[in-house]
């Protein structure tokens, strides 16, 4: 299974900013696609999920900033993401679960300043 990902780069505090992300390669029908995010000196932590069947997980974090979508057809995944904050900076990682293992994409930075 392969990830690419798309979006992300600058965006002003208050900002929004949409990441795309699709999938390709031997796909297990029933899976769970989502982001991860990373800054230096961190572990990795989950933003949001959303699995095949349309149930979605969001780190507290999130706070109703951010809409995590899905399109099943296509393998893509999208994170719109809102209202952001400088602590919202750091390199997004889409991935796709399926009952056996966790693929990552490449990464993917998003920054957030004035």
């Known amino acids: 299974v392969q990830l690419q990902a798309s979006g992300g780069g600058l965006a002003e505090p208050g900002g929004s900013v949409r990441l795309s992300c699709t999938a390709s390669g031997s796909i297990v029908k029933i899976n769970v696609m989502g982001w991860y995010r990373q800054v230096p000196g961190k572990e990795r932590e989950l933003v949001a999920h959303?699995?095949?069947?349309?149930?979605?997980k969001y780190a507290d974090f999130v706070k109703g900033r951010f809409a995590i979508s899905r399109e099943n057809r296509t393998n893509t995944v999208h994170l719109q993401m809102n209202t952001l904050a400088p602590e919202d900076t750091a390199v997004y990682y889409c991935t796709l679960r399926d009952s056996e293992k966790i693929y990552w994409g490449q990464g993917t930075q998003v920054t957030v300043s004035s």
């Open positions: 959303i699995t095949t069947l349309g149930r979605i």
